[in-house]
């Protein structure tokens, strides 16, 4: 075991130093290309006249040698042609090729072992072809380096806003004299502010290198509205010593108002980091309360401890795996149909639990609470046995993949974005309903006094079932919020029934409303103490916390009032 | 307990309180013929006023009657008294010098106030014998509960009050197989074996047969004088075979007081009971 | 004194004498008879039995909390684990440089881990005596602490349920960490000897079966004596009416508190004899579930009989052995039926179809 541990260190240590090289490496070989081009640039452009078209263009970049390629990128960057920047773009991911058959170039995905190819210099489709019917364009590190610039160039005159902005951000780190150049032509010409914003930037950044004085302060001046981790790294570099105990930056006062720029941001960056941590706090108290949710109301409302809740949601979190298995196309629109189908399903789960077992069991809490258990146990062996012990993954669609990047210190992931969301729309749902419908009057009605509602001709019997199937429903739903967070496998309940207990009694039991507040403060607090003592460290102050709260105050946050809970 | 001394009993709010053991009951002073003072007592629950300035005073040896309509507060008044429910202002002493308001359930029990609940609750799972044993005036920490020998004076005293509440033949039956009104007694005897200064007697004849409500009214003639006695009842007959002094008790606060004939013909109790 | 528990009390004595035959006559026949004789128990068989004792011993602890004080921890597994750790720090320092790392002082874990110095909750753990009592004070003070809080505030039932497994389930997730150093993940094992005896031999194997079967015994008589006095009296009363006794001047907490320390540190003694007869000991016996298995032994047996218990506790963990030998799949079905059929249909444990409930007599 501790053999097999070491191992395993000295491979993670091994492909660390694998990652970390790999920038290394293509920085040199930067350096390199930079060099070459400059070279090719003088020596060779005078001596082959330029392409007249963009056919022969493409034609002699196929053709063509390194160098010859290399001055046909440039160029094409140059056209304006339509077709340049797709043509570009396939040379760079290697999917440029040329037909052997006539020498044509053509664009080619790989498909099922062959390749769709379609026209380079129409797009017109043509057909599927085999392996061996086209060669590859080789590609070099300095040509890589050149396609890149020359598609960024070609980006920057682009039509759509977004694209320019991408192009100019990606210049940011690696902006040199002839980018700068570049940009400035562009600057002339270019109306929208984000993108004026971000090339004022590479230009300030620029200045910083300036031997005047004056220039250096005004590009400061420009910096500081920037929320840039690389304007943040040039800056520490600049009021630091260099090797030979000298200040990089010769000037102090150039060096006091850098750092006066540095706490200004860093003040941004720790305000940014606030938030992302309360967000993150937020949307992992949103995960608790939909996993608590589904409890208040059968704890809250009627006083039933059902430690088979986890499994529901379990039950959930693998009708959405079942969904993207019976529509393996629509992984999005499966998601959203899991929503309802889960609700039904542990329902439907919950109301035979209730019928079956709890319904004998009412004013024996203890009781139902160990009957409930042998139901988990039962259903977790079930879903092992039907979809094996192994965790199933299910596909996050694309609209919530990914993150919301606001700026270099702030970006939001769309799952736990959609989820906060979602966590808000079914305990507003869940509020209506137990507010306005007529369920929810009869639910209210046999919480607070149970024999009062059966006088009253409130069935009482259907009314729990409902309620508890309710419950159950919601916890489904929640199942279906975890599956596109965390593994889908047996398990999946049992990790989270002891935290939901926690958020209900901590909120106080029989109020939705503590619930929620009780969810989220739980989530942002763990979520505050994760930097400082790790997660699971943070995890068991917060139960610690939690279990010195409940003796404390018993009835949680914010307690039922009234005679009936003196008893 | 003086003033100025610290109160050493626990609760939630002193949390080491419990450490000190009370030794209230040693000290009562009734120097003054009053054994039970409540002034200004509110309780409210949810906006609702249980309790509203209630001013009562008991005399050692007092038999003392409470009646008043449903919700009237008296059995909010007796959670008050016994520290079941904390008022939200007011006062409680035992004597003079004892402020209940200080001490939790268990010390005032021990302190010598001691309570028949409403619904009777004896330990069914116990012979009558047990539940009187249990219930008898000694130190009742865990360890000395543990080592706990019956010496022949407490074997004694148990006979005497088994005697009292006449459940002698039945001294080793479950208390979960008494009638109704044997276990009505057996809860009176279970309050005589702690020894207390005050007996509150919540609706002691309530499901009790005539010639039982008889043997009642008898039982607590006996004990008064040598305990002080606050009896609620709704019965009407009984109250009037006991009563010396009667205090009407009307939303939370009390109405009148004075004996039952008196009380019987205040035209403001007549409306209170029969409404306008 | 009355004739209310003479069956429970019969039929109790009856498992206490099946409980001593096994201790005394698994050892007299691996002496008398030869290796390979039909009457000689494989070590196999023995420390499973001396495993089955020590179940049953935990058992016996939470049917005196819950069967007589109503108190349902579902954390009782903690403490268990916590004796069992005490002693599993013992037989790891006993290991000395018999270790992987041959390093005389330090666990092999702790010089994995690059830890030059034992922690100063590893001191002492050297010392058999010192490791014993801390078998028992160890969970004795987390009970205390923890049972005062809860027992002070008064969160009682499904509240106090749901917080003691909260508590066991913090601990499973700190023993899980390396930094709390007690092994991490793979907690305390590769053990070696035991008061300088080597730990895998027989002649270990059947003394720790004895003193388990010894301690079962004198447990259950302990335990039986407390429940006839007026402590045991007061805290099933505690059980039936809490408020009522709080009424007649009794400190209930101080009850329930001093009946809870004491299981938890029985529950300790039965944790620090299992562990060396497993030869491990890791943080999964934190686990909610496990303290959850408990509850069904003291349910399925019959809580509040004592013996029950331990009728459970071997017929569930025999039922286990066999049924996760056969048809893995089928034991936690077989553990979920359990749950639920009796609670529903047997209130009284298997215990309560053979023998008759005093109270109707």
């Given at each position: 075991m501790k053999a097999n541990s070491m191992v395993c260190s000295y491979l993670w240590l091994s492909v660390l130093l694998l990652v970390l090289s790999v920038p290394c490496m293509a920085q040199g070989n930067a350096v390199e290309a930079a060099v070459s081009e400059l070279a090719s640039e003088r020596t060779e452009s005078r001596v082959d006249p330029l392409p007249a078209s963009f056919a022969e263009a493409l034609t002699r970049l196929l053709r063509g040698n390194i160098k010859e390629r290399e001055q046909i990128v440039e160029h094409l960057s140059t056209t304006g042609h339509p077709r340049a920047q797709v043509v570009l773009e396939a040379l760079l991911n290697g999917e440029l090729f040329e037909l052997k058959a006539d020498g044509r170039p053509v664009i080619g995905a790989e498909n099922q072992g062959g390749y769709a190819i379609s026209d380079a210099l129409t797009g017109d489709a043509l057909g599927y072809v085999g392996r061996g019917d086209i060669a590859k364009i080789n590609l070099t590190n300095s040509l890589r380096v050149t396609l890149r610039k020359a598609i960024g160039r070609l980006q920057l005159r682009s039509g759509d806003a977004a694209s320019r902005l991408a192009a100019v951000n990606a210049m940011i780190t690696s902006a040199d004299d002839k980018t700068l150049e570049l940009l400035r032509t562009f600057e002339a010409t270019e109306r929208d502010e984000r993108v004026l914003a971000a090339m004022r930037l590479i230009f300030a950044l620029h200045d910083l290198r300036s031997d005047h004085k004056s220039v250096r302060l005004n590009a400061l001046d420009t910096l500081k509205e920037y929320n840039s981790l690389e304007v943040y790294n040039r800056l520490s570099v600049l009021v630091d010593r260099d090797d030979d105990g000298h200040f990089v930056e010769p000037d102090a006062d150039v060096r006091k108002k850098a750092k006066s720029v540095l706490v200004k941001i860093d003040a941004r960056r720790q305000f940014y980091s606030a938030v992302e941590t309360v967000f993150f706090g937020l949307s992992l108290g949103a995960v608790l309360v939909l996993a608590a949710i589904g409890l208040?109301?059968?704890?809250?409302?009627?006083?039933?401890?059902?430690?088979?809740?986890?499994?529901?949601?379990?039950?959930?979190?693998?009708?959405?795996?079942?969904?993207?298995?019976?529509?393996?196309?629509?992984?999005?629109?499966?998601?959203?149909?899991?929503?309802?189908?889960?609700?039904?399903?542990?329902?439907?789960?919950?109301?035979?639990?209730?019928?079956?077992?709890?319904?004998?069991?009412?004013?024996?809490?203890?009781?139902?609470?160990?009957?409930?258990?042998?139901?988990?146990?039962?259903?977790?062996?079930?879903?092992?046995?039907?979809?094996?012990?192994?965790?199933?993954?299910?596909?996050?669609?694309?609209?919530?993949?990914?993150?919301?990047?606001?700026?270099?210190?702030?970006?939001?992931?769309?799952?736990?974005?959609?989820?906060?969301?979602?966590?808000?729309?079914?305990?507003?749902?869940?509020?209506?309903?137990?507010?306005?419908?007529?369920?929810?009057?009869?639910?209210?009605?046999?919480?607070?006094?149970?024999?009062?509602?059966?006088?009253?001709?409130?069935?009482?019997?259907?009314?729990?079932?409902?309620?508890?199937?309710?419950?159950?429903?919601?916890?489904?739903v929640a199942g279906v919020a975890l599956s596109q967070i965390t593994n889908v496998g047996p398990n999946l309940g049992q990790s989270y029934i002891v935290d939901s207990f926690m958020v209900v009694v901590f909120g106080g039991v029989g109020n939705l409303w503590g619930t929620l507040v009780a969810g989220f403060s739980l989530g942002i607090v763990n979520k505050m103490l994760e930097p400082h003592a790790g997660a699971v460290l943070a995890k068991i102050l917060v139960l610690v916390f939690i279990i010195l709260f409940i003796q404390k105050r018993p009835r949680g946050l914010f307690p039922q009032k009234g005679r009936a809970t003196e008893a | 307990?003086?003033?100025?001394?610290?109160?050493?009993?626990?609760?939630?709010?002193?949390?080491?309180?419990?450490?000190?053991?009370?030794?209230?009951?040693?000290?009562?002073?009734?120097?003054?013929?009053?054994?039970?003072?409540?002034?200004?007592?509110?309780?409210?629950?949810?906006?609702?006023?249980?309790?509203?300035?209630?001013?009562?005073?008991?005399?050692?040896?007092?038999?003392?009657?409470?009646?008043?309509?449903?919700?009237?507060?008296?059995?909010?008044?007796?959670?008050?008294?016994?520290?079941?429910?904390?008022?939200?202002?007011?006062?409680?002493?035992?004597?003079?010098?004892?402020?209940?308001?200080?001490?939790?359930?268990?010390?005032?029990?021990?302190?010598?106030?001691?309570?028949?609940?409403?619904?009777?609750?004896?330990?069914?799972?116990?012979?009558?014998?047990?539940?009187?044993?249990?219930?008898?005036?000694?130190?009742?920490?865990?360890?000395?509960?543990?080592?706990?020998?019956?010496?022949?004076?407490?074997?004694?005293?148990i006979a005497e009050v088994l005697q009292t509440i006449g459940l002698q033949e039945y001294a080793s039956r479950p208390a979960g197989a008494l009638s109704h009104g044997q276990k009505q007694w057996l809860e009176i005897g279970m309050l005589l074996m702690q020894e207390p200064k005050v007996m509150l007697v919540d609706e002691p004849v309530a499901g009790m047969t005539h010639h039982e409500i008889d043997r009642t009214a008898e039982l607590l003639l006996s004990l008064q004088g040598k305990h002080s006695i606050i009896v609620v009842e709704h019965d009407m007959a009984f109250v009037r075979s006991i009563a010396r002094k009667v205090t009407v008790l009307h939303e939370g606060s009390v109405l009148t007081e004075g004996t039952m004939d008196e009380v019987q013909n205040d035209p403001r109790v007549i409306q209170v009971y029969l409404g306008d | 004194?009355?004739?209310?528990?003479?069956?429970?009390?019969?039929?109790?004595?009856?498992?206490?004498?099946?409980?001593?035959?096994?201790?005394?006559?698994?050892?007299?026949?691996?002496?008398?008879?030869?290796?390979?004789?039909?009457?000689?128990?494989?070590?196999?068989?023995?420390?499973?039995?001396?495993?089955?004792?020590?179940?049953?011993?935990?058992?016996?602890?939470?049917?005196?909390?819950?069967?007589?004080?109503?108190?349902?921890?579902?954390?009782?597994?903690?403490?268990?684990?916590l004796g069992g750790y005490a002693i599993g720090m013992y037989l790891m320092r006993q290991i000395g440089n018999r270790g992987v790392y041959g390093d005389p002082v330090l666990p092999d874990f702790m010089v994995f881990l690059n830890w030059k110095e034992l922690p100063w909750y590893w001191l002492g753990f050297d010392q058999f005596w010192f490791a014993s009592l801390m078998v028992l004070i160890v969970p004795g003070s987390l009970a205390f602490v923890f049972g005062w809080l809860a027992f002070r505030s008064r969160v009682t039932g499904v509240y106090l349920s749901i917080i003691t497994q909260a508590l066991t389930y913090a601990l499973m997730l700190a023993f899980f960490r390396n930094e709390m150093g007690f092994g991490g993940n793979n907690g305390l094992t590769d053990f070696k000897s035991i008061l300088g005896f080597t730990i895998q031999s027989e002649a270990v194997r059947l003394a720790l079966l004895m003193i388990s079967g010894l301690s079962l015994i004198g447990a259950f008589l302990l335990s039986r004596w407390i429940i006839k006095t007026k402590l045991g009296r007061v805290v099933t009363a505690v059980r039936d009416q809490e408020s009522r006794v709080r009424f007649l001047g009794y400190r209930v907490e101080m009850f329930k508190l001093w009946l809870f320390v004491f299981a938890a540190m029985l529950a300790g003694l039965a944790g620090a004899l299992y562990v060396p007869q497993v030869g491990i000991i890791n943080p999964s016996e934190f686990s909610p579930l496990n303290s959850l298995e408990i509850v069904v032994w003291v349910a399925l047996g019959g809580r509040g009989t004592l013996y029950g218990a331990i009728v459970g506790a071997v017929l569930v963990n025999y039922g286990k052995t066999v049924l996760t030998g056969l048809l893995p799949e089928i034991w936690l079905f077989t553990l979920g039926a359990a749950f639920v059929l009796v609670t529903m249909f047997l209130p009284r444990g298997l215990v309560g179809l053979l023998v008759r409930d005093g109270k109707e007599s």
């Amino acid at each position: 075991m501790k053999a097999n541990s070491m191992v395993c260190s000295y491979l993670w240590l091994s492909v660390l130093l694998l990652v970390l090289s790999v920038p290394c490496m293509a920085q040199g070989n930067a350096v390199e290309a930079a060099v070459s081009e400059l070279a090719s640039e003088r020596t060779e452009s005078r001596v082959d006249p330029l392409p007249a078209s963009f056919a022969e263009a493409l034609t002699r970049l196929l053709r063509g040698n390194i160098k010859e390629r290399e001055q046909i990128v440039e160029h094409l960057s140059t056209t304006g042609h339509p077709r340049a920047q797709v043509v570009l773009e396939a040379l760079l991911n290697g999917e440029l090729f040329e037909l052997k058959a006539d020498g044509r170039p053509v664009i080619g995905a790989e498909n099922q072992g062959g390749y769709a190819i379609s026209d380079a210099l129409t797009g017109d489709a043509l057909g599927y072809v085999g392996r061996g019917d086209i060669a590859k364009i080789n590609l070099t590190n300095s040509l890589r380096v050149t396609l890149r610039k020359a598609i960024g160039r070609l980006q920057l005159r682009s039509g759509d806003a977004a694209s320019r902005l991408a192009a100019v951000n990606a210049m940011i780190t690696s902006a040199d004299d002839k980018t700068l150049e570049l940009l400035r032509t562009f600057e002339a010409t270019e109306r929208d502010e984000r993108v004026l914003a971000a090339m004022r930037l590479i230009f300030a950044l620029h200045d910083l290198r300036s031997d005047h004085k004056s220039v250096r302060l005004n590009a400061l001046d420009t910096l500081k509205e920037y929320n840039s981790l690389e304007v943040y790294n040039r800056l520490s570099v600049l009021v630091d010593r260099d090797d030979d105990g000298h200040f990089v930056e010769p000037d102090a006062d150039v060096r006091k108002k850098a750092k006066s720029v540095l706490v200004k941001i860093d003040a941004r960056r720790q305000f940014y980091s606030a938030v992302e941590t309360v967000f993150f706090g937020l949307s992992l108290g949103a995960v608790l309360v939909l996993a608590a949710i589904g409890l208040a109301i059968t704890f809250g409302v009627m006083g039933v401890i059902n430690m088979a809740h986890g499994e529901l949601m379990m039950l959930g979190a693998y009708t959405t795996y079942v969904m993207q298995q019976i529509m393996p196309e629509y992984l999005g629109l499966s998601v959203l149909l899991a929503i309802p189908a889960a609700f039904v399903i542990s329902a439907a789960v919950g109301i035979a639990i209730e019928r079956g077992i709890i319904c004998f069991l009412y004013g024996r809490p203890l009781e139902t609470l160990l009957a409930t258990f042998g139901v988990s146990l039962f259903l977790q062996q079930t879903v092992r046995s039907i979809f094996s012990p192994l965790n199933r993954s299910v596909t996050t669609p694309e609209w919530m993949s990914g993150s919301w990047q606001i700026n270099d210190f702030l970006s939001l992931t769309w799952n736990r974005f959609y989820i906060l969301l979602f966590c808000l729309l079914v305990f507003t749902v869940l509020l209506q309903i137990l507010k306005r419908t007529r369920l929810g009057l009869e639910v209210r009605a046999v919480a607070q006094n149970r024999n009062m509602a059966k006088a009253m001709g409130i069935p009482t019997a259907r009314v729990d079932a409902l309620t508890f199937g309710l419950g159950s429903g919601i916890a489904g739903v929640a199942g279906v919020a975890l599956s596109q967070i965390t593994n889908v496998g047996p398990n999946l309940g049992q990790s989270y029934i002891v935290d939901s207990f926690m958020v209900v009694v901590f909120g106080g039991v029989g109020n939705l409303w503590g619930t929620l507040v009780a969810g989220f403060s739980l989530g942002i607090v763990n979520k505050m103490l994760e930097p400082h003592a790790g997660a699971v460290l943070a995890k068991i102050l917060v139960l610690v916390f939690i279990i010195l709260f409940i003796q404390k105050r018993p009835r949680g946050l914010f307690p039922q009032k009234g005679r009936a809970t003196e008893a | 307990m003086n003033g100025s001394e610290p109160q050493t009993d626990q609760r939630q709010d002193k949390p080491f309180g419990f450490m000190v053991q009370p030794r209230a009951s040693n000290r009562l002073d009734v120097t003054h013929g009053t054994i039970l003072y409540l002034e200004d007592v509110s309780v409210s629950f949810d906006g609702f006023k249980a309790l509203n300035g209630l001013c009562l005073y008991i005399d050692v040896g007092e038999l003392r009657c409470l009646i008043g309509p449903n919700g009237a507060g008296k059995t909010t008044l007796m959670d008050v008294i016994t520290g079941k429910t904390r008022p939200d202002s007011g006062s409680v002493f035992f004597g003079q010098t004892i402020d209940l308001l200080q001490m939790d359930e268990p010390a005032i029990a021990q302190a010598g106030v001691c309570r028949k609940f409403q619904k009777p609750s004896v330990f069914d799972g116990l012979t009558v014998f047990e539940n009187l044993e249990l219930a008898m005036k000694t130190d009742k920490g865990a360890w000395a509960t543990l080592f706990h020998r019956l010496g022949s004076e407490q074997l004694d005293r148990i006979a005497e009050v088994l005697q009292t509440i006449g459940l002698q033949e039945y001294a080793s039956r479950p208390a979960g197989a008494l009638s109704h009104g044997q276990k009505q007694w057996l809860e009176i005897g279970m309050l005589l074996m702690q020894e207390p200064k005050v007996m509150l007697v919540d609706e002691p004849v309530a499901g009790m047969t005539h010639h039982e409500i008889d043997r009642t009214a008898e039982l607590l003639l006996s004990l008064q004088g040598k305990h002080s006695i606050i009896v609620v009842e709704h019965d009407m007959a009984f109250v009037r075979s006991i009563a010396r002094k009667v205090t009407v008790l009307h939303e939370g606060s009390v109405l009148t007081e004075g004996t039952m004939d008196e009380v019987q013909n205040d035209p403001r109790v007549i409306q209170v009971y029969l409404g306008d | 004194m009355n004739g209310h528990s003479f069956t429970n009390h019969k039929a109790g004595s009856v498992v206490i004498a099946l409980v001593a035959a096994v201790t005394v006559l698994v050892p007299l026949c691996n002496a008398v008879f030869p290796d390979g004789s039909a009457l000689h128990f494989s070590a196999y068989t023995v420390s499973l039995l001396g495993k089955y004792m020590t179940f049953a011993l935990l058992g016996l602890t939470l049917d005196l909390v819950w069967g007589y004080c109503g108190i349902l921890a579902l954390g009782h597994g903690a403490f268990f684990a916590l004796g069992g750790y005490a002693i599993g720090m013992y037989l790891m320092r006993q290991i000395g440089n018999r270790g992987v790392y041959g390093d005389p002082v330090l666990p092999d874990f702790m010089v994995f881990l690059n830890w030059k110095e034992l922690p100063w909750y590893w001191l002492g753990f050297d010392q058999f005596w010192f490791a014993s009592l801390m078998v028992l004070i160890v969970p004795g003070s987390l009970a205390f602490v923890f049972g005062w809080l809860a027992f002070r505030s008064r969160v009682t039932g499904v509240y106090l349920s749901i917080i003691t497994q909260a508590l066991t389930y913090a601990l499973m997730l700190a023993f899980f960490r390396n930094e709390m150093g007690f092994g991490g993940n793979n907690g305390l094992t590769d053990f070696k000897s035991i008061l300088g005896f080597t730990i895998q031999s027989e002649a270990v194997r059947l003394a720790l079966l004895m003193i388990s079967g010894l301690s079962l015994i004198g447990a259950f008589l302990l335990s039986r004596w407390i429940i006839k006095t007026k402590l045991g009296r007061v805290v099933t009363a505690v059980r039936d009416q809490e408020s009522r006794v709080r009424f007649l001047g009794y400190r209930v907490e101080m009850f329930k508190l001093w009946l809870f320390v004491f299981a938890a540190m029985l529950a300790g003694l039965a944790g620090a004899l299992y562990v060396p007869q497993v030869g491990i000991i890791n943080p999964s016996e934190f686990s909610p579930l496990n303290s959850l298995e408990i509850v069904v032994w003291v349910a399925l047996g019959g809580r509040g009989t004592l013996y029950g218990a331990i009728v459970g506790a071997v017929l569930v963990n025999y039922g286990k052995t066999v049924l996760t030998g056969l048809l893995p799949e089928i034991w936690l079905f077989t553990l979920g039926a359990a749950f639920v059929l009796v609670t529903m249909f047997l209130p009284r444990g298997l215990v309560g179809l053979l023998v008759r409930d005093g109270k109707e007599s």
